[in-house]
């Protein structure tokens, strides 16, 4: 067992009858859906909402029944991914580039359980590059705020054939802001800005963090 899956199966057994559950995305969160399906197949009875497309493809793969926001008032749990987790357990995420709806269904879930493996671990923030997500329409124009704002370089996310657009439709910007002294206080600043629909830092969202080593050894935050 890898210390991604160790922390994924962990974070399952959190999972109980009668809940309604938020699947995160990545290649962590993978372990967690896989393991959850495992169950469901053996009987749990639980509802879910996917983050993204892909994690949303792989609950039907293994039948984990699916339901629309709109069906339900707030999550019990939602498990998920980070890129990187600091002492106080504020979070970049968005590095497969979900961030909103990974968002959306943490801060509407009664506990966030961020999965991760040991290397996700860091003093602070920063040294992953910071997904910000912006809408395409002029998205030029945020481009130039964010760097006339802050002295860090900003790059467009790009992918075979173009630019990368989210499940949403929008762009990811990754900002290389190399240490984050005040996550808390860069997370409103970029929620300001008109153009941004969102952002990777996720600040005092996490209730638990499991992380997990490569002997397969888990610990709980
Ligand atoms: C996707 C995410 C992921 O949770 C994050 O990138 C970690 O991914 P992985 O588990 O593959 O290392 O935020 O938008």
């Known amino acids: 067992m890898n210390a991604k899956q160790a922390a994924g199966y962990r974070a399952a057994e959190l999972v109980k009858d009668g809940m309604t559950v938020g699947l995160g995305t990545g290649s962590t969160a993978y372990y967690a859906i896989e393991r959850i399906?495992?169950?469901v197949e053996k009987g749990l009875r639980i509802r879910a909402i996917a983050t993204s497309n892909a994690s949303e493809e792989l609950a039907v793969k293994y039948q984990i029944p699916l339901v629309k926001a709109a069906e339900v008032g707030h999550l019990d749990i939602a498990i998920d991914g980070a890129d990187e987790v600091d002492p106080q357990m504020a979070l970049i995420k968005g590095g497969g580039g979900a961030l909103l709806r990974e968002k959306l269904v943490?801060?509407?879930s009664s506990r966030f359980v961020v999965i991760a493996d040991s290397s996700k671990?860091?003093?602070?923030l920063g040294k992953f590059k910071l997904p910000i997500e912006v809408v395409p329409f002029c998205y030029e124009w945020t481009l130039?705020?964010?760097e006339a704002r802050y002295p860090v370089p900003f790059e467009q996310?790009?992918?075979e054939g173009g630019k990368y657009v989210?499940?949403?439709g929008?762009?990811?910007v990754d900002a290389a802001f190399g240490k984050i002294d005040n996550p808390a206080k860069l997370n409103e600043e970029l929620k300001a800005i008109t153009g941004i629909v969102?952002?990777?830092l996720f600040v005092n969202i996490a209730s638990t963090v499991i992380v997990g080593y490569e002997d397969g050894r888990t610990e709980v935050k």
């Open 106 to 108: 943490a801060i509407n």
């Open 37 to 39: 399906g495992e169950m």
């Open 170 to 172: 929008n762009y990811i």
């Open 144 to 146: 130039r705020q964010l």
């Open 198 to 200: 969102d952002h990777g």
């Open 166 to 168: 989210t499940d949403n």
């Open 121 to 124: 671990m860091v003093p602070h």
């Open 157 to 159: 996310r790009m992918r």
